[in-house]
């Protein structure tokens, strides 16, 4: 099964946006599961839309989604929820406080 993840990414580097999700990357590959790398590295100063486009069309290879704590508080990926959901991905929301 092939995996995207959504997280909130304004304001974080995309070290720390690596680092945050790593853990979790290793449960999914432990649990067989192929997780798409969906952290654009942004090196110039495109319009956030630019980047949530290109953010979804990694998903279009996903069967799952899964949305890291506190998605419903960033704009975009209240947006890859909206998308997944109505193109009918499996949805996974993480609880917050829970460990991996």
Known sequence: MKI???QPMYGRSVEQIKAERQPLIQKLEE?????I???????EEKDP????????KLFADADAVVFMP???TARGC??????AEE???IIILLPRN???
Do not use: F, N, P
Request: charged residues 30%; hydrophobic residues 40%.
């Open 4 to 6: 995207a993840i959504s």
């Open 31 to 35: 649990l067989g599961m192929s997780v």
């Open 37 to 43: 790398d969906t952290v654009i590295d942004i090196q």
């Open 49 to 56: 839309m630019y980047y949530l486009g290109e953010s979804i």
């Open 70 to 72: 506190d998605w419903e």
């Open 78 to 83: 209240k947006i890859e929820y909206k998308i």
């Open 87 to 89: 193109y009918g991905k």
């Open 98 to 100: 829970k460990e991996i």
